[in-house]
């Protein structure tokens, strides 16, 4: 059980009683391996048959310190290559000397080993060396047991003394050396209940640099239940950057039926993960010498604690990135917590509280490798709702996102558009803008809030943002992409929404303005989609519109000056629901690139997907959805799945179920699936993003 410590120490390990293992089938040839039940759970063995090592990451063990020379751990152990051993100089000038395999910051020597001080406690004498064991104990090599990662580079950094217990600045101190010199992770297991700025701040620039920070939720001490962290806040778990930067992966423990385990921490706050965390079989620190018999075992067992669920997500972020090395900290944070198991059912009383679910190192692993070098097609989409439909306003929470996901609805990349405020909905277009080769994604705050346009790169970097129209106007706007003057580089094409005048606009990715038309008679105020792309085919894009409510479905197409080429009515012409609209070569014409008009009915109609050529001839239609869903349809187009046509993407409109769907240009339904919980009725705005490299 966690001991008490006194005021001025205000970290202790995490350890509780002991249970009996379970027997999990031998992958790896290691001698205990089949003590090892917790790595088959997170579906480890699943990992390792595509990647079983990390040998590229440095994961910093801050903590009671490492047996570096453990038979089973001497071979992963970090070795800082700009240091020269036992010489007395700071070699590589990081203000400590000798520091070859990383630093005790309770006696302020070189060696990061436990002690065996005076006060010392068997668990805290091996605590360090466990946890290091559960990331990267040497795997399948006939001896001893198996890590998550089989090879890796363990920094060992001891700030927690023989005792278990351990002082602030030496942890703000470890995980500075660990952020200045390489490490990628940083594995945290122990917690406290008192908050430090100086702390909260040393793993802002962790996090600042790139290093993720993972920490153990904490253990109960006394009621055997576990406290709530919304109630009670235990740190490091629970800091977060003051503009809510989520600094640190909070991890509970589950046990082997996945429920909660009784002594796990929990809450809807501070806790991002599960993962096994009961009876565990591992490293422990070997002193023959000692006598007595303690420490006589290389491997001993059975530990339990949120301290040991955490090296096993700290040892999957390592084969996760290891996996990819073009994932960035988000992209690694969102491949682990997006590809976890949902653990609800047998959490009835937490959930929401321990996370978005129980690790799976294999699915993390098979989504991130899915993800290197995959530069197709993907599909965007946020919460969207019309502004004209306030009975399915406010229904529901949430953060203005732009999320990017595979055919199948895999998340690829989120990121916030605009600021918490905004909640009305985002319309979008995607295409290199700048110049570089690589597409943009554009964003419009779609119903409502400033008419700001926002370009970033796919990985959520604002690039550029201008408004499109007067600040005051709050209608809305529609945008589209293309190279519509001829000049080599595409243009941003803006409309707004209802209540304005149907001024369309063009303008280069900075916002300079260098067209601007009228879409419908200047008196008509039922806002504007718009859409863009070579509808005649002769090789130059053109200008597509369609008109919000109260208009007719009048289409209609304009060359990049402003001239109407066509117009024709999409639906009935008593149709007064308005008009979504996409633009796609989608039956495969490559060698014209002449591509096709694809509407939906925006509201006050069956979801009937319609597909004209630039004058009007109907090629295709198919309902999009039950025709008894009347709410309306967002809609896109693109090459989803790089077959050289272009796939028809569809959102359900507010009221309906967070349900896209992908289909073909016949109208044969390719992909489906939910973009938010069923429950959400907001609606789904999409988009299309072609990925390039």
Known sequence: MLKKISQILIFGLLLAFPFNSLQAAVFPNDTYYRNQWYLEKIKANEAWGKINSSPNIVIAVIDSGVQIKHP??????????????????????????????????????????????????????????????IIAASGNNSFGVSGVTWKARIMALKSLDDKGEGRIADVIRAIDYATNNGADIINLSFVGQSYSEGLKEAIERAYRAGVIVVAAAGNDQGENHGYNTSQTPLYPACYEGDSGENLVIGVAATDT?????????????CIDISAPGISFFNTVTYNPNYGAGLFDQQFDGYWSGTSMATPLVSGALALIKESNPNLNQDDLINVLLRSTDNINEANPDYIGKLGVGRLNVGAAVNWSMEKLNDYSGRILFSPYFSSYSSKFRNIEDHQNKIQILTASGKLFKEWLSDNKKYREGLKFAADDVTGDGVSEVITANGYSGQPLVRVFDS?????????????????????AVGDVDGDKKNEIITAPGYGAEPLVKVFDYKGKLKKEFLA?????????????????GDGRIEIVVAPGQTGGPHIRVFDGQGNLKSQFMAYETKFRGGVNLAVSNIDGRVERNKAEIIVSPLEGKEPLVKIFDSYGNLKKQFMAYDEKFKNGVSIAAGDVNNDGRGEIITGTGPGGAPHVRVFSATGELLESFYAYPEGFSKGVSVGFIKMTN
């Open 72 to 133: 089973d751990l001497r071979n992963n152990i970090w070795v800082n290559k700009g240091e020269i051993a036992g010489n007395g100089i700071d070699d590589d000038r990081n203000g400590f000397i000798d520091d070859i395999n990383g630093w005790d910051f309770v006696g302020n020597v070189p060696d990061p080993s436990p002690k065996f001080n005076s006060g010392f406690t068997e668990s805290a004498i091996s605590h360090g060396t466990m946890v290091a064991g």
């Open 459 to 479: 990985q959520g970097k604002l690039k550029s943002q201008f408004l499109a129209y007067d600040a005051k106007n709050r209608s809305g706007v529609s945008i």
């Open 520 to 536: 419908y008679t200047k008196s008509f105020k039922g806002g504007v989609s718009v859409a863009a792309g070579d509808v005649n």
């Open 257 to 269: 039926m996945d429920q909660k385990a009784v002594f796990s921490s929990y809450g809807s706050q």
